[in-house]
């Protein structure tokens, strides 16, 4: 009878052994997919690329070559407080999102379920597909994806400012005092899942829609498997968005593209810089609806949610729960506000 409770024992720990080094194994490997895949921002080819710019117009601007190495590479940030704070939110972020991952709704779910409902919403297929080039159909599925995508970065984040719950999360990400590439994952878990979730959406929808009227003719203009306006975007130098260098473009660039330094304006800590360029790529979404800024090449610019930000606003307790508790003491102001 002991001997079988002590199997029985041994086979239970022997399986919660294998579902830990699986879970490990497929969280490391997770990891290292942020510099080696080439569907990830932080992919080490777009780093590079990012890099070379910097040091190019950093060179450019009158600098002598080691101080422009020095800038470029942005040493002295990746050691701040605000960059271990970075790291630290990474690393966690992978374990929750490892943990939630089979509750998360894919594209490809999206994608048959909507294309389910375009056949039992019309009752005739359309025959356009017969009528256009394939490259006609690949050039349209590729910008209406980018465009799309694009759009509805751009309003999410919109609302993550203007709502006050969503802000409380995305705060988070505003706390970054110092900036660096790896600060675009500086996230609340709550804002990774309500992005993941829009872009399941996104490309589930846009699969759907470009399948059911052109069928197997679909494809996207790939280069490294990304879509290949987002290839030349990460190419052109996207992570610095996220540095401390301050690369701008003519104005009338920036009226269609947003540049690094436009996006550092959004993280300024200047109040007349508040709520501006919500963009990821495009900055016409941000014209049309009056929240385009120019960048300010005279201006250094500050980052973080203020000013006087103290260095509290990096420990675990305001990346992760503060969110929690504001939202829950604004629920308790709002209720007894109705009860009065």
Same mark, same amino acid.
């Given at each position: ?51 070379? /710019? ?203 593209? /947003? ?5 550092? /304006? ?75």
């Amino acid at each position: 009878m002991q001997a079988t409770a002590l199997f029985h024992l041994l086979g239970i720990l022997t399986w919660q052994l294998l579902v830990m080094t699986s879970f490990f194994s497929e969280y490391w490997s997770d990891l290292s997919q942020l510099f080696s895949n080439s569907q990830q921002r932080l992919y080490f080819g777009y780093l590079l690329c990012a890099a070379i /710019i910097a040091f190019i117009w950093l060179n450019n601007t009158g600098q002598n070559l080691k101080h422009s190495l020095i800038q470029a590479t942005g040493f002295k940030h990746w050691f701040s407080q605000s960059a271990l704070a970075d790291y630290k939110l990474i690393l966690i972020n992978k374990i929750i999102f490892l943990l939630m991952l089979p509750l998360l709704v894919t594209k490809l779910a999206i994608a048959t379920a909507m294309f389910e409902l375009m056949h039992q919403s019309f009752s005739q297929r359309s025959s356009i597909d017969n009528d256009l080039p394939v490259w006609l159909i690949i050039s349209a599925f590729t910008l209406f994806v980018f465009l799309l995508d694009d759009f509805a970065r751009f309003y999410l984040h919109k609302l993550m400012h203007q709502i006050p719950w969503l802000w409380e999360f995305h705060k988070t990400h505003h706390s970054a005092t110092s900036m660096t590439p790896l600060t675009v994952l500086r996230t609340h878990p709550i804002e990774g899942i309500i992005f993941s979730l829009r872009s399941a959406l996104v490309q589930g929808f846009s699969i759907a829609l470009f399948i059911y009227f052109f069928a197997g003719k679909v494809d996207l203009y790939t280069v490294l498997q990304v879509n290949v306006l987002v290839f030349a975007f990460n190419v052109a130098g996207a992570n610095l968005r996220h540095s401390h260098v301050a690369i701008y473009y003519w104005r009338w660039l920036e009226t269609i593209i /947003i540049s690094p330094a436009q996006h550092q /304006i959004h993280h300024s800590t200047q109040p007349r810089h508040y709520n501006k360029n919500y963009g990821a790529i495009l900055a016409i979404w941000d014209k049309i609806s009056s929240s385009h800024c120019y960048s300010e090449p005279e201006h250094k610019l500050q980052f973080g949610l203020n000013r006087m930000q103290a260095s509290s606003e990096h420990n675990l307790y305001a990346l992760y729960l503060a969110a929690f508790i504001n939202i829950f003491a604004d629920c308790k102001r709002f209720i007894r506000q109705l009860s009065q």
